[in-house]
């Protein structure tokens, strides 16, 4: 009987591991194996660290980043370019951005894009409240402008174009990434200096 639970339990294990980003059912075993048998210098750390995020770590009210502040680190930050707003499917764009160090500003995180097949409406995605902030004024007498870090896919095309639909009437600049960012990719794969001079040579959308 012992065995059996220990079983479901390793199963269990198995099964939620599995459900992370690019780790297979095969990977997935050979991961929970692997903390099995490290159990007092990964398992252990591992659920402590899990259970510390998961009781201090939250999303961010005002731009969609997580934290364990709110308003987060980065929006709170005086020393931030507040007249410029970087526009993102994911938090994990953010911090390929902030790895890259190719931009001294505030983020928006959008949550994913626009994908009617899939159901995913503007009503799924955190653009409410990015229009709500593109009506608020900027930095000084800088004018704001929005950087649309937006994947160069369809989905990420399709969502960058309705922002800019409901942007039409509000007084801020829109830009885009330059297209040296391949079509199909993704910002979190791309190296850094890809991104900081996709960064500086934005154009006009």
């Not at 608020?136 to 800019?164: C, F, M, S």
Request: hydrophobic share 40%; glycine share 8%.
């Amino acid at each position: 009987m012992a065995n059996k639970v220990s079983g479901s339990e390793i199963e269990a294990l198995i099964q939620l591991l599995a459900k992370l980003p690019g780790l297979g059912p095969r990977s997935a075993r050979r991961a929970a194996l692997h903390l099995i048998k490290k159990k007092d210098a990964l398992l252990y750390p591992l659920a402590n660290a899990a259970r510390e995020a998961a009781e201090l770590v939250g999303e961010c009210s005002t731009c969609g980043n997580v934290d364990t502040s709110d308003p987060c680190t980065i929006c709170q930050d005086p020393r931030r370019d507040h007249s410029t707003i970087v526009v993102v499917e994911d938090v994990a764009d953010l911090w390929a951005l902030e790895r890259a160090k190719a931009v001294n500003s505030l983020y928006h995180v959008l949550g994913g894009t626009l994908s009617p097949l899939d159901g995913i409406g503007p009503e799924d995605l955190n653009i409410d409240k990015l229009i709500d902030r593109a009506h608020q004024p900027g930095d000084g007498e800088k004018r704001l402008e929005l950087i649309l870090a937006v994947n160069a896919t369809v989905e990420g095309q399709t969502t960058a174009h309705y922002i800019t639909d409901r942007l039409s009437g509000i007084d801020v600049k829109i830009t885009r990434l330059a297209h040296g960012v391949p079509v199909g990719g993704e910002l979190d794969y791309l190296d850094e200096g890809t991104l900081a001079a996709a960064i500086k040579s934005r154009s006009d959308f």
